[in-house]
């Protein structure tokens, strides 16, 4: 029963019993108490063996010298110790899946019971142990990163009603509902602010360490911690299709997903122990066969199977994997799989939605070029009261730039034409403003020969009045981003946009920070792109995709590797990704790569490690050049050097 969500989860993947792992995948207390119960355990048998030694005082006064009372006493200890490996090992024969570690570990040391020889038995089952207790200090060390997100669930929601405010479950609170919340407590429910200011503090979900102050209209992502002002929050989603509740479905699924590399080691395993128990059977036979001493290689036989135990490699592989999602978690980043950080590592070509992704999506007049002899304050100022009463993106750009006050009294006569623009009486003057089928539908005379960014033309009393241009600003961390992926052996750096032309990305196109520019797609016509370019790429490499719109849902879904920006992503585009940015901060995705990268090396270096000294401890124990304490000492050590390296990963880079 898991200790925190009496969840019965019977036994997890590395064998251990359901008081310390459970499959929904929480962990602390009962996981640190099972540690402590262990070390507990390992100490105590190793101090009563060294008191039971015959030499020692306490063997003589209480004459533990017969081989009855030493077979009890060493078989007691050895029980207490081994408990699960046995209980694991016996359990496995009976489901015919017994080729395991525990098997291993079993059959040498009933082995050495049989032939007299208890310390050692009970030596390799605690030396066994100390491994173990490493190995679990460095799993719950690495889940610690990751599994911190279940504690963002928020226990409740104080509900504002017509006639006073309650304390509900977050899942009994629907949308449009007005909630409470003070300071000090978690938001419990996605939602806008609709009373009050606060800062909170958004590290749990982003990695940013500095609080964020937000003001009424501006969203609030549950999870988070209001710190300083008490709010009132219009929820826009119920608590299933919270933030909180995808992320905290999203780990639990990534587990479920392995590498090609896990994937091999747990093919490696199943053919690799019954190649070593034949081994072992035959370094008894044969030598015996012609003359040689049964005891002797008997004994060097179950050394070979101490040694042969694969658990460095089961146990430090994923462990690495797993270390590395807990490093992208403390920097706000959701890898959805350890497959995808296999697939990471290999990138060698990114392609990039433009809008929302590249760019802010936050329209400005970026040029003003008036005709007609009229200024370019003049111009501005009949731009924006034509556009006065329009709620579209690129109205609400032009009225930006006109930095005084609208006099709604001066707008006369407007209409607009849907798809063209507005025509408007503006201090008697006759405004046409649009694009150029306005101005073709009204006869006007003006130039078509600028391209390659969005135009918005005038006509005064129906005459050509001037033009000016509407860009999408870059973001402020996109130059850096583009340059650090290159720096990261990244090849091709490539956008996919819907738009006519650059629109916003001049810029860095004249820098050559990205490779190639493919413009004017509908959805549909990305993920046709996309397909191009994934066939003419190495098979070898990877392809990713970043985006954060619902049309980027598709493209995310058909990229090898798909990269949401979560905080202003779309459900669909998260959903349909393999790795989301929870703060959006662009150059978090080359940080992933980063990770990605050094996961695999050390990775690398465990299986080269753990495989060359494994196979020349088992020819030394063959012939008889290593002990069976020796043998454990090696296979704890190499376990122990394994999973320490493989520990290295969760410190690789800190959040920013």
């Known amino acids: 029963m898991c200790n925190h969500c009496e969840h019965n989860s019977g036994h997890c993947e590395h064998g251990h019993n359901n008081e310390h792992c459970c499959s929904k995948g929480h962990s602390g207390t ?76 079993t059959i040498a040391t ?41 504690d963002l669930k928020p226990e409740f929601a104080n509900l504002v009603t017509q006639t006073d405010i309650q304390k509900v479950a977050p899942d009994k609170v629907k949308i449009n509902d007005i909630i409470l919340v003070k300071p000090g407590e978690k938001i419990p ?56 509740s995808k992320i905290i479905e999203m780990v639990q699924q990534a587990s479920d997903k392995k590498t090609r590399t896990e994937n091999f080691i747990t093919k490696f395993a199943k053919i690799y122990t019954p190649i070593v128990v034949f081994l072992a059977l035959f370094l008894v036979i044969v030598p ?29 592989i994923p462990l690495g994997f797993f270390a590395s999602i807990g490093a992208a978690s403390k920097n706000g980043i959701l890898i959805k799989g350890s497959n995808y950080i296999e697939a990471l590592s290999k990138v060698d070509t990114i ?27 003049e111009f501005i100022k009949l731009a924006a009261h034509a556009e006065h009463f329009s709620n579209h993106p690129v109205a609400s750009s032009i009225k930006s730039a006109y930095l005084e006050d609208v006099n709604p009294s001066d707008i006369k006569c407007l209409k607009e034409i849907p798809g063209m623009g507005i025509t408007a009486v503006i201090q008697e003057k006759n405004i046409i403003l649009g694009n150029a089928a306005i101005m073709e539908k009204f006869n006007i005379d003006y130039p078509q020969d600028i391209e390659g ?14 033009y000016l241009t509407i860009s999408d600003t870059i973001k402020s961390d996109t130059k850096a981003t583009l340059l650090n992926l290159k720096k990261e052996g990244v090849k091709e750096l490539i956008v996919l946009t819907g738009d006519k032309g650059l629109f916003g990305l001049e810029e860095l196109n004249n820098g050559s920070l990205i490779d190639e520019i493919y413009c004017n797609l509908l959805p549909n016509q990305k993920v046709e792109k996309l397909e191009e370019l ?9 392809l990713a995709f970043v985006g954060d719109g619902i049309n980027d849902a598709p493209v995310l879904s058909r990229a090898d590797i ?17 790795v989301v940015i929870m703060d959006d901060n662009l150059n978090k995705i080359s940080e992933t790569v980063k990770i990605s990268k050094k996961t695999i090396q050390i990775i690398k270096q465990n299986i080269i490690f753990i495989l060359a000294v494994k196979f020349s401890f088992l020819a030394f124990g063959a012939f008889g050049i290593v002990s069976m304490w020796g043998a454990v000492f090696a296979d704890v050590g190499v376990s122990i050097l394994a999973i320490l390296n493989s520990m290295r990963i969760l410190y690789f880079t800190q959040p920013k």
């Open 30 to 105: 009962g996981l640190d108490n099972f540690l402590i119960k262990k070390l507990v355990i390992v100490f105590t048998a190793l101090i009563l063996m060294i008191i039971l030694k015959p030499e020692n005082l306490v063997s003589q006064l209480f004459y533990i010298n017969s081989a009855i009372i030493k077979f009890v006493i060493y078989f007691t200890l050895y029980l207490i110790v081994a408990k699960n490996i046995v209980l694991n090992a016996f359990k496995n024969v009976l489901s015919k899946n017994f080729l395991d570690e525990n098997f291993l570990m």
């Open 110 to 150: 009933f082995g050495a019971f049989g032939i007299g020889e208890y310390p050692e038995a009970l030596m390799v089952m605690l030396l066994y142990q100390t491994g173990e207790l490493f190995t679990d200090y460095a799993v719950n060390k690495s889940k610690k990163s990751v599994l911190a997100l279940m």
């Open 189 to 244: 429910l996605d939602g806008t602010i609709v009373e009050g200011l606060t800062s909170i503090d958004t590290s749990a979900l982003t990695g940013e360490a500095l609080p964020k102050s937000l003001k009424p209209g501006d969203t609030i992502m549950n999870g988070c911690i209001n710190l300083d002002g008490v709010i009132k929050i219009k929820v826009t989603s119920e608590f299933q299709n919270s933030t909180v």
């Open 288 to 316: 015996v066969i012609f003359g040689g001493a049964f005891v002797q290689w008997f004994e060097r036989a179950l050394t070979f199977l101490v040694i042969s135990c694969p658990c460095a490699l089961v146990i430090s």
């Open 351 to 377: 392609v990039f939605d433009k809008t929302g992704t590249l760019t802010s999506g936050v329209f400005s007049v970026s040029e003003i070029c008036p005709a007609l002899n009229i200024s370019k304050e």
């Open 453 to 466: 960014k969005t135009i918005i033309y005038m006509a005064i009393n129906g005459k050509y009045a001037g």
């Open 534 to 542: 994934m066939k003419i790429k190495n098979h070898k490499t990877a």
């Open 562 to 578: 798909g990269i949401a920006m979560g905080k202003m992503g779309s459900d669909a585009a998260i959903g349909a990704s393999d």
